[in-house]
């Protein structure tokens, strides 16, 4: 009830103003939401690249976070950063249970990871990579992540 | 068989008898007071920690002196520990909130959140307080004076974050932050954070990036009463989870804590087995079931390995053999004993392990046991499976005890009925009987420690020790096969037995008691040596 009705509102929202490089791609129900988001400045890792975010809502929405990942597809390649995993699964303090505030919405946490990329430098993956996406079969919502790195 | 299932089950069945163990002791409580007298309940002050500074009430008193004469000394294996009930944590809780209170001169629910931020430790909580009072109270979220009552609000244009609902007259709430939502989203939202995720001492504001603490006195205004004990079951969480020389008995159900000062640097030298008040034994250090004599790291490096490698290994062992050139391990899938190795195409015989060309034309059956070359190969293939092997001798003698624990939990329920078939057959008294659940406890925890001992052995290098201690496990081993023998004797022949029975359980737990002593000794003053490092 709150989810959809905030959802509603917040698609309202983004469809009468989007920030700059993020975009809707399909809001079909109000359960899961894909959006592309760009790099606006000329960082080489990112350049010319779209990138493609799924959102997973619960009922508990926005008092819980959103489930939130990259997904690959033809032309939406996974982006390289040291918080974000191959399979998609994005290390970052906002959309952590500690992190989250049920003030953000889905246009801020595209702003955040936005900038996130843009104040990367490394083409580097998080260490640990292949294992945990070989092994993980937790939910991203359900993994402990530890947040050492307050740099990136 | 999953062997992480298995240890599992084997700790849940141990719960449920010890529970059974514990609803027997309060029927006799009902009963009459002379089975008080002969078996005191576990007094809360029978081990006290010295440098405990929780008062415990004395209402037990009356048997700590019968206690302290019963059990003069301590033994080297066992730990000071005493056992709180929620009361008692309650009741300690509240005189530490009183007494801050006063030094501080903050009301009772001020206090509270202080010391929930400062994790309880008071020294340092005044200490920093009289330094810094705005600077605490601000950390603690109780800016300012706290004194205002929390209000609800309705404000002209506003509109809230959370839901983004704006009609007028809408009835909102902020706490001092100024972070203003309406009523409806912060009890969602403080209904979410206390019921799902079970927080209750350090619920933010939910504003982004705010610090302040939810304070007592704002929940209550906002939260249904149903939901209000919940939290102050949480709040009372908070203390024994914040303590670190306090933990919860991990056994279901049970609402006990366990004060004990090892500390987790000293785990390497120490195994912390406590005793809750339910009946449960458990380790203080990693709250799994009693484990002694391995210390938790071993403990838990066992876990694992078993989980990873014992069924793999198990199969390996029984339905493989390697080629004898390259090692390679091979599973013969039918037919002939001709075997070429994939690999290293080697012609060998399945049976005897040599050469083929040796074999000359006798197919299909292999009567060249003594061939030199054979031989060689069968103790090449022996040295390389060695390891293996020697992980499968401890792992299924650790099995075994696990599994034969969980028999014994059976026979304990049939003991029960034993017990009273045997009042009847025999006009034996209920007290008279009692030595067949003296012997049933004496196996359950001369098992649980058997079974560990083999944990232990297999990450023990040999020296001078282990000798001794392969021979004190091996006459625990011993006593307790004899017990768990005549335990199972039929009824009528069990009075007759009742002597030699309550010998051979005294006998059992003083075997016990000397391997554990040995083992707890030597882990103290590092005599162990191990082919793992401990951690």
């Known amino acids: 009830m709150l989810a959809s009705k905030r959802l509603q509102k917040e698609l309202l929202k983004m469809h009468a103003h989007l920030p700059p490089g993020i975009d809707i791609v399909s809001t079909d129900d109000l359960k899961e939401w894909l959006m592309d988001i ?85 083409k580097e993956r998080p260490p640990g990579d292949d294992n945990f996406v070989k092994y993980n079969t937790q939910r991203p919502r359900d993994i402990n992540f530890l947040f050492h790195d307050n740099s990136v | 068989m999953d062997s992480d299932d298995e240890f599992n089950s084997s700790q849940g069945s141990e719960d449920e008898f010890m529970n059974d163990q514990d609803s027997d002791v309060s029927i006799g409580d009902a009963d009459d007071g002379e089975f008080l007298v002969l078996r005191p309940k576990k007094s809360v002050n029978k081990f006290r920690w010295l440098d405990s500074d929780i008062d415990i009430d004395e209402g037990d008193g009356g048997f700590e002196s019968q206690d302290k004469d019963i059990k003069s000394s301590k033994h080297s294996y066992e730990v000071d520990f005493t056992v709180y009930s929620p009361e008692q944590i309650q009741e300690h809780q509240n005189s530490q909130i009183g007494e801050v209170g006063n030094i501080l001169g903050q009301p009772p629910e001020a206090t509270a959140i202080l010391l929930r931020h400062a994790r309880w430790n008071k020294e340092r909580l005044i200490e920093s307080y009289m330094d810094r009072t705005e600077e605490v109270l601000e950390s603690a979220g109780l800016g300012e004076s706290a004194s205002d009552p929390p209000k609800i609000e309705k404000i002209k244009g506003f509109a809230c974050d959370i839901c983004c609902e704006d009609e007028p007259g809408l009835e909102s709430f902020a706490m001092k932050c100024g972070h203003r939502f309406c009523v409806d989203c912060y009890k969602h939202y403080l209904q979410t954070k206390i019921k799902d995720e079970g927080e209750a001492a350090r619920i933010r504001c939910p504003g982004d990036g705010c610090n302040r603490i939810v304070d007592s006195k704002s929940l209550d205004f906002l939260v249904s009463d149903n939901l209000k004990d919940r939290y102050q079951e949480l709040l009372t969480r908070t203390y024994v989870d914040d303590k670190d020389n306090l933990r919860w008995c991990p056994a279901p159900n049970c609402e006990f804590a366990v004060e004990c000062g090892v500390k987790d640097k000293e785990l390497a030298k120490i195994v912390p087995t406590v005793h809750c008040d339910c009946g449960h034994f458990f380790c203080f250090g990693c709250s799994l079931t009693d484990h002694q004599p391995a210390p938790c790291s071993l403990v838990k490096k066992w876990l694992k390995k078993c989980e990873d490698d014992s069924e793999t290994a198990n199969w390996i062992s029984a339905n493989t053999k390697e080629c004898p050139k390259c090692h390679s391990t091979i599973e013969k899938n039918g037919g002939c004993n001709h075997m070429t190795c994939r690999k290293c ?23 060249r046991f003594e061939e030199k070359s054979g031989s060689e190969a069968r103790d090449a293939q022996a040295k390389s499976r060695q390891s293996l092997e020697r992980y499968l001798h401890y792992y299924n003698r650790y099995a075994n005890h696990e599994q034969s624990a969980k028999l014994d939990k059976d026979i304990y329920l049939k003991t029960e009925k034993k017990m009273s078939q045997l009042q009847i057959s025999t006009g034996m008294s209920w007290i008279e009987v009692q030595f067949l659940e003296s012997a049933s406890q004496a196996l359950q925890q001369c098992r649980q420690t058997l079974k560990w001992t083999y944990a232990f052995a297999y990450y023990l290098a040999r020296n001078n020790q282990t000798e001794i201690f392969e021979d004190n496990q091996k006459d625990l081993e011993m006593a307790v096969e004899n017990l768990s023998e005549m335990f199972e004797k039929p009824i009528d022949q069990l009075e007759s037995l009742k002597v030699e029975m309550m010998d051979k359980t005294a006998y059992c737990n003083k075997r016990r008691i000397i391997l554990l002593n040995d083992t707890a000794e030597n882990l103290k003053s590092s005599n162990w040596e191990f082919n793992v490092v401990l951690s």
Request: proline letters at 7%.
């Open chain 1, 38 to 122: 760009r790099v606006l400045d000329p960082n080489p890792l990112y350049q010319n690249e779209v990138y493609r975010l799924k959102f997973s809502f619960s009922k508990s929405y926005p008092i819980e976070a959103p489930e939130v990942v990259f997904v690959q597809d033809t032309n939406r390649p996974i982006p390289w950063h040291p918080h974000i995993y191959s399979n998609g699964i994005i290390c970052l303090d906002l959309l952590d249970r500690q992190g989250w505030s049920p003030v953000h919405n889905v246009e801020s946490i595209c702003v955040s990871l936005q900038s996130m990329l843009t104040g990367n430098t490394k």
């Open chain 2, 345 to 367: 195409r080697h012609e060998f015989c399945w049976m005897c392990m040599g050469i083929w060309s040796e074999h000359g034309t006798s197919w299909y059956n292999c009567n």
